[in-house]
């Protein structure tokens, strides 16, 4: 059955030494909770292999934010899936809103990574979601659908078997702004639908399906007793160990 996940995305935060720091102080948090649902951190690339020197990641997975769309060669200031996987991550986020927005990712683009990713054994956490007029003008329904088939379609049921999702409501990002506990399971039981229309209700009772967008210790439980919700994808509140200990025990 699928796995209920609080992931960390702390973005473009935290120095080496802050984010070791900060590493090692959800780690120890850890140690002394009993969490009913997997934890996992991703931090900038920078980070990676120190961070996973300091934790242990029986309790705590570490993720990259971001890979390339190519496997190695000139293509200055790039970090591919096999550097990721070479620091000990397991994880990676990809497709998330900032990256599609700020850095013109595709879906072509997306599914290359997304390739790399499981060609080099890392676990993606795949973002989709609507900006806030598709949310007005009621399209998101379709926008979803639509990121999900066209980057990840293409793949076989045993590829997408091993994919999370997160889905991430733009509007919702950084915004202060939570999408009610109804609206993220109506979305997140569409998203299983969808799933499901291509590769059978097995493998889509299978895929953990993470919501994203400002999360905090005070809304998680509530989305969280959602039945299609399966977890939280976390900006803001991961930075700070009790905010994101607050989400992982709201669980
Ligand atoms: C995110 O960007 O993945 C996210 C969910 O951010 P925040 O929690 O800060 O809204």
Request: charged share 20%; hydrophobic share 40%; with cysteine.
């Amino acid at each position: 059955m699928r796995k209920n996940i609080v992931a960390g995305n702390w973005k473009m935060n935290t120095t080496l030494q802050e984010g070791v720091a900060l590493a090692e102080e959800v780690n120890a948090a850890l140690a002394g909770a009993q969490p009913k649902c997997d934890v996992v951190i991703c931090v900038p690339f920078t980070h990676l292999a120190s961070v996973n020197a300091v934790i242990d990641q029986n309790r705590l997975g570490l993720g990259a934010e971001n890979c390339a769309d190519h496997e190695k060669g000139a293509y200055t200031g790039e970090v591919s899936a096999p550097m990721v996987a070479s620091t000990g991550a397991k994880y990676v986020i990809l497709g998330h809103s900032e990256r599609r927005q700020y850095y013109g990712e595709t879906s072509e683009i997306l599914t290359e990574k997304v390739k790399l990713a499981l060609a080099n054994g890392l676990t993606p956490i795949f973002c989709i979601g609507e900006v806030l007029e598709e949310r007005e003008n009621g399209t998101y329904n379709e926008v979803v659908k639509k990121q999900i088939e066209d980057a990840l379609f293409g793949f076989s049921a045993e590829e997408f078997g091993k994919l999370v999702l997160a889905y991430e409501p733009v509007w919702a990002i950084g915004t202060g702004k939570t999408a009610t506990a109804e609206q993220a399971e109506d979305m997140h039981a569409h998203i299983r639908n969808v799933i499901a229309g291509k590769y059978g209700q097995e493998v889509a009772d299978n895929t953990s399906i993470l919501y994203g967008g400002s999360c905090k210790p005070s809304n998680a439980a509530e989305l969280f007793a959602k039945p299609d919700v399966d977890g939280g994808l976390i900006g803001g509140a991961a930075l700070k160990c009790d905010d994101f200990m607050g989400i992982v025990n709201a669980f």
